[in-house]
């Protein structure tokens, strides 16, 4: 969980141009939209794009994406239930 | 209808921002292209808005602060984006990916960025100037239909102040695109040099805004009193367009101080122009403008800054035209060409 | 003052096919035929029932880009329809808009150019710019005078009508032939699938159950003369442009603000200009994408500008699907239509309104209606917002 959690701020960083931030700069339990991170929805789609890309796994609804991306921990426990065996 | 520049910013090839020079000692490019001097954008933009931003984008949004900064107007009762090819570089990452990835997982960012609007629609944003936004895009009449926007609506409501501009990018599949098209001259190690050969152009970029109002005032740096547009005129017409422009414009072909040629470097695409300039204008100096910025949609825009920074100046920059010997300068005559297909007329007046 | 009209879309190559398709409520939206796509199967879309080829051939062009043989299509209809003896005789314009210009042959030229630099065929690139795209037009139609080209995404082809009536207005140009095209093309097809709010069924604008846009694709043009041409041309325009304007929300690069404040502010200036109330307009035609963002936020801004009186209102997107920068064009024939036609149009597979709104849109075609002033609406990404009004001329 550690490592994965550590990847996807390395990924999330990359995928997001978010160079004015390292990965220790993203609380585990911080909330990445709006008052967090100040993410928007154009984010919440490129997120969905890495997890296809880095996890193979496919999100077509966006509509879950605010639950899912709350914090980098539940991306990473979302992750964890749904990667392709 | 006459407006009146109040500000302009202007990233170019050139040293055209952070100082008052005005091109004393030119930069010359070796190759085909002409990049523009950029700014440190961190200053213009914050770190978290910038992060999707394009290049493109970036110039765009800081010469229109440059313009607005100049002319003390910190919100514009409208933003006029002029632009022929758009954002190129996002357009070129999307199309790249779709193809590469058969289209499956695309990052959307590029496509949002990729429409031309983009660039006025970020200034509008990062403004929040909720005020008339439009973006024109037809190839090298993009700025004149920009600046003929801003002075239909300044006829309108004379009090507003609107922000105009042009802008263009090269990127490195545009530029590999348009070579292959065999308009660009190869082996060339000095720029300025443009005029002393008759074959081929530069391809050049850039970003020029304006902040322009009905009214006059103290600090205006020039008026745009007149333009028009001809698309593939023959000599003649072309011949009588400028007469006719000048005419309604109240100017006779001798009040013309000095003509500001879009010549590109290229005898073919420049017949029409230089005979234009010898048979009209004997007596007038000519100058030229496209050594220093290169061949682009709306280089008419760099045209349009350095006629309203020589006004203001009441100085030709040597490299502009070594003909001009120190008479007061009053009405400059902007001709652009573009491969000899689009033309432009733009009249400038001292304020 | 609107001399002509002329339009193709889905649901028809020309006004009578049309008008027949919205009174028969036969929507053009189905699988893709034409494009070459992954989706092919799975998105619906809004196509134009010929091939460019086909379409080459009526327009007696050569296979230009698609975009182009839409617009050339329509704005000789709308010529057509003008009865100007010639044009030549007028200080005429052509201004158009486009979103994707020559894309549909700069993807063609694309695969071959990434494995290889030096390869893909040159003729498929030289008309990509937006801007050539009217240029192949005015070409075909025979305008050489002021020529011009917006992309202002999905507002594009309103904000060309506007451009033309300024123009006329100030008495720059005598005849205006304004509208604007887009061609189906699989960069605007996979932009909007990234962007997720593709709906793999029907779209449902205004529903509350709506799920996304289909994209479309078409052209929509009009002949805008001046007074003076009407008379010396003895044209009995029904109608004129008698309001507009142009604003932007500054809110978000893709997302509308939940209460519409750009699309609020386009309505509300353009009935300014115009001098009529709330009262005056008869019908809307929504932007109506189908989207659950724009849908809540036009909606939204309706409510507080209409408040409890509201003209009938339909979105034709749901018979077109989304045609981006032609839609403008496209639902401004239609406007014109429904003043002529004394008819409104259905919005199609509404069942439920959105229960924090409550609009109910017309769902059904009707006619023999008084129809005297229509406002159109059209927004796009960026956060550009127009509004336009016709109104029909008093004899």
Known sequence: MEQ?????????????????????????????????????????????????????????????????????????????????? | MTIYIKGMGNISPQRTWGSDDLLSSPLSYA??????????????????????????????????AMAMKEASVPMPDG????????????????????????????????????????????????????????????????????????????????RRSLLAGGIDEITGQSHEIQSRFGIFRKQSNNSLQLFSERSGTFHGEGSAFFVLSGTPGENDIASVNALTSVYKPSYAELTEAVRNFLS?????????????????????????????????????????????CGEYPVASAFGCWLAARMLKAQRVPEIVTPQYEGQQLKNILLINQYFGTHYSLILLKAC | MVAGTGVISAIGNSLPETLHAFQQK?????????????????????????????????TKQPTITRTALLGIHAAREAIASAGISSLKKWRTGLISATTVGGMDRTEDFFQPFLQNPSQGRLRDVVHHACGSTTELIAEAIGVNGFLSTINTACSSSVNSIMLASRLIRQGLLDVVVAGGTDALTKFTLNGFNSLMILDKEPCRPFDATRNGLNLGEGAGFLVLVSETVAAR?????????????????????TASSPEGRGSFAAMQQSLEVSGLSTDDIDYINLHGTGTVNNDQSEGTAINRLFSDKKPKLSSTKSFTGHTLGACGGIEAVFSVMAIRHGCVFPNLRFQQPMPELGIVPQVEFESGLKIRNVMSNSFGFGGNCSSIIFSQIQR
Request: aromatic fraction near 6%; charge should be negative; charged fraction near 20%.
């Open chain 1, 4 to 85: 994965l959690m550590g990847n996807l701020k390395r990924q999330i960083i990359e995928a997001l141009n978010l160079k004015h931030l390292k990965p220790e700069d993203i609380g585990d339990d911080q909330p990445l939209f709006v008052e967090g991170l100040g993410l928007d929805s154009i984010d919440a789609l490129e997120l969905i794009v890495l997890l296809q890309q880095h996890y193979s796994i496919k999100i077509e609804n966006p509509q879950e994406g605010p639950k899912i991306f709350r914090s980098v921990k539940t991306i990473a426990e979302y992750i964890t239930a749904h990667k392709p065996a």
């Open chain 2, 31 to 64: 190759g085909d292209k002409l990049s523009c001097v950029e700014p440190d954008y961190a200053s213009f933009i914050d770190a978290k808005q910038i992060r999707r931003m394009s290049r493109v984008i970036k110039m765009g949004i800081a010469s229109a």
């Open chain 2, 79 to 158: 933003i006029i984006t002029a632009t022929g090819y758009g954002c190129l570089e996002d357009t070129g990452v999307f199309l790249s990916k779709m193809v590469g990835n058969r289209e499956e997982a695309l990052n959307p960012t590029p496509f949002i960025q990729s429409t031309h609007n983009t660039i006025g629609s970020q200034i509008a944003l990062l403004l929040q100037c909720q005020a008339y936004n439009q973006t024109y895009t037809h190839n090298a009449f993009s700025f004149e239909n920009a600046l003929l926007d801003a002075m239909l609506q300044l006829s309108e409501a004379p």
């Open chain 2, 248 to 292: 309604q414009a109240g100017v006779t072909l001798t009040d013309v101080d000095l003509v500001l040629s879009g010549k590109s470097g290229d005898a073919l695409s420049d017949g029409h122009i230089n005979r234009v300039c010898g048979d009209l204008f004997t007596t007038t100096p000519v100058g030229a403008f496209k050594h220093l």
């Open chain 3, 26 to 58: 036969k929507s053009g939206i189905g699988a893709i035929t034409q494009l070459e796509t992954l989706h092919k199967n799975v998105l619906p879309v809004g196509e134009v029932k010929l091939s460019t080829e086909q379409l080459a051939k009526i």
């Open chain 3, 233 to 253: 041309e003895k044209i009995e325009a029904i109608c004129h442009v008698s309001g507009f304007a142009n604003t932007n929300d500054a809110y978000h690069q």
